[in-house]
């Protein structure tokens, strides 16, 4: 079991930079796949990046280039960082672990989710 909880939101002018932390617990922290994904309202939550266990990533296209996910399995954290931010890039963002398998970007191949941290960018 993993129970994540992400910190680092806020409020930033566009083309600023944020840094999201995800800590979670569990011993089988360091075997998941972990992954970040965002809702903004009115919106279906969306895949953002994720993380293989051995530090494998991929990223929506949209944020290639801008964001950077990162693990630390020692202390089992999950980061992301945000550069460039854009208005577009305004919700709430969530960790999540993945069941097992390959590195999926689907909602319903993720079984354990933070509450959530709210990231808002002002144009």
């Known amino acids: 079991q993993v129970q994540p909880v992400e910190s680092g939101g806020g409020l930033v002018q566009a083309g600023g930079s944020l840094r999201l932390s995800c800590a979670a617990s569990g011993r089988t922290f360091s075997s998941r796949t972990m992954g970040w994904f965002r809702q903004a309202p009115g919106n279906q939550r969306e895949f953002v990046a994720g993380i293989t266990r051995t530090g494998g990533t991929f990223y929506k296209v949209s944020v290639k280039g801008r964001f950077i996910i990162s693990r630390d399995n020692a202390k089992n954290t999950v980061n992301l960082q945000m550069n460039g931010l854009k208005p577009e890039d305004t919700a709430v963002y969530y960790c999540?672990?993945?069941?097992?398998?390959?590195?999926?970007?689907?909602?319903?191949?993720?079984?354990?989710w933070g509450p959530g941290t709210q990231v808002t960018v002002s144009s």
């Open positions: 999540a672990a993945q069941k097992i398998g390959a590195l999926s970007t689907m909602m319903s191949d993720y079984d354990y």
